[in-house]
């Protein structure tokens, strides 16, 4: 019999201990014989340590990574990707469960088609021990196929919104030709529409993926998602990122970033840059103008903060706010921000000048 690929489990936790052990129980049940689990605590203060700590004391096949600082979900799933040499990797969150035969099933897909990056499964939400809430819509399931790679991203972008198309078992040849994963709202979007300029992604349209709750609002996550708020900066303070306002800008520009460095030529480059804000403006038109409101509202009491700031620390405000400010001018070019950002160019100007005379 010819032997099975393995495939690395690598499965992060910050403070599961209510619900780790069952997600873990979900793995070691899995029908595909050649796993290698990883448990990646990741900073737990609860009695998560000591229920991964069993797991793998008791299971050779089963390893163990501590962490001592909590770094948040993007660097979790980073490290996810990063960790084991399988050429088939597969990050697993430490609240949802997947069925017996969710790792055989994507990994047939898998092994069927080589040019497919990755294969995930339809999915369904449930709360408490097993109580079924909802089931994913179709559109939910991926299917960015063909041979042209630009047409797979843009197709990526405009149909792409959350789990469980994102929980799949990854090829990891795709994988090590990604960006590593910057801290922006809508990181899971950036990475699979990079991800598809490399390979096919595909799903098993059996439901084998058990959401915990279904998602988080989109703010929320965008918050959650800014390097400040996973180092305890407030993200009110004016020193820090002010892009987490604009969520669904932010992930639309953050496209933009990404495919400014991702591995395909020149001419692709350019075309697929081009397409986003047009992608993104015709699936989030109103919410798009409804966050450059928002975002304008704000900016009197920020260039105020900013203002009564440390001369030196005020370039450097300023610059995170017209950042934030010209991410929306890229994707809203009608919301003109050139006022605000003519205001912070001489506010950020004036510390300078100033050090300049104290200098002469």
């Known amino acids: 019999m010819t032997s099975r690929p393995a495939v690395d489990v690598n499965l992060f936790v910050h403070n599961g201990a209510a619900f780790v052990g069952p997600v873990i129980e979900s793995v070691l049940a899995q029908t595909w014989p050649a796993l290698r689990i990883t448990l990646i605590d990741d900073g737990s203060s609860d009695e998560t340590p000591p229920i991964l700590a069993s797991y793998a004391a008791r299971l050779p096949a089963v390893r163990l990574l501590r962490l001592s600082c909590n770094g948040g979900a993007v660097a979790a799933f980073q490290r996810a990707f990063w960790s084991g040499d399988a050429d088939f990797v597969m990050p697993k969150s430490a609240d949802d469960l997947i069925a017996?035969?969710?790792?055989?099933?994507?990994?047939?897909?898998?092994?069927?088609?080589?040019?497919?990056?990755?294969?995930?499964?339809?999915?369904?939400?449930?709360?408490?021990?097993?109580?079924?809430?909802?089931?994913?819509?179709?559109?939910?399931?991926?299917?960015?196929?063909?041979?042209?790679?630009?047409?797979?991203?843009?197709?990526?972008?405009?149909?792409?919104?959350?789990?469980?198309?994102?929980?799949?078992?990854?090829?990891?040849?795709?994988?090590?030709?990604?960006?590593?994963?910057?801290?922006?709202?809508?990181?899971?979007?950036?990475?699979?529409?990079?991800?598809?300029?490399?390979?096919?992604?595909?799903?098993?349209?059996e439901i084998l993926y058990w959401r915990r709750d279904g998602g988080r609002p989109v703010a929320e996550l965008a918050r959650r998602a800014t390097l400040a708020a996973n180092r305890g900066v407030p993200l009110e303070s004016p020193l820090?990122?002010?892009?987490?306002?604009?969520?669904?800008?932010?992930?639309?520009?953050?496209?933009?970033?990404?495919?400014?460095?991702?591995?395909?030529?020149?001419?692709?480059?350019?075309?697929?840059?081009a397409a986003v804000p047009s992608?993104?403006?015709?699936?989030?038109?109103?919410?798009?103008?409804?966050?450059?409101?928002?975002?304008?509202?704000?900016?009197?009491?920020?260039?105020?903060?900013?203002?009564?700031?440390?001369?030196?620390?005020?370039?450097?405000?300023?610059?995170?706010?017209?950042?934030?400010?010209?991410?929306?001018?890229?994707i809203v070019p009608e919301a003109d921000f050139s006022a605000a950002l003519h205001e912070i160019s001489a506010l950020a100007a004036g510390p300078r000048e100033q050090a300049c005379a104290a200098a002469v």
Not at 166 to 188: M, N
């Open 240 to 273: 820090a990122e002010q892009r987490w306002r604009t969520p669904l800008i932010t992930t639309a520009y953050a496209h933009l970033e990404n495919f400014a460095v991702a591995r395909i030529d020149a001419a692709s480059r350019a075309h697929l840059m």
């Open 279 to 330: 992608v993104f403006r015709n699936r989030w038109y109103p919410l798009l103008i409804a966050e450059t409101a928002s975002l304008r509202r704000a900016i009197p009491a920020l260039l105020g903060e900013i203002e009564s700031l440390a001369p030196p620390l005020v370039a450097w405000a300023a610059g995170q706010l017209a950042q934030s400010l010209l991410a929306a001018r890229a």
């Open 100 to 205: 017996p035969d969710f790792v055989e099933k994507t990994m047939e897909v898998l092994l069927a088609h080589p040019q497919c990056a990755m294969c995930h499964a339809a999915g369904l939400v449930f709360h408490g021990e097993a109580k079924v809430q909802s089931l994913y819509p179709a559109e939910h399931r991926l299917s960015a196929l063909g041979a042209d790679p630009v047409a797979r991203a843009i197709d990526l972008m405009r149909t792409y919104t959350s789990s469980p198309g994102f929980w799949g078992v990854y090829r990891r040849s795709a994988v090590d030709r990604l960006a590593p994963i910057a801290y922006r709202a809508g990181w899971d979007h950036v990475l699979l529409a990079e991800l598809a300029l490399y390979g096919e992604i595909r799903h098993v349209p």
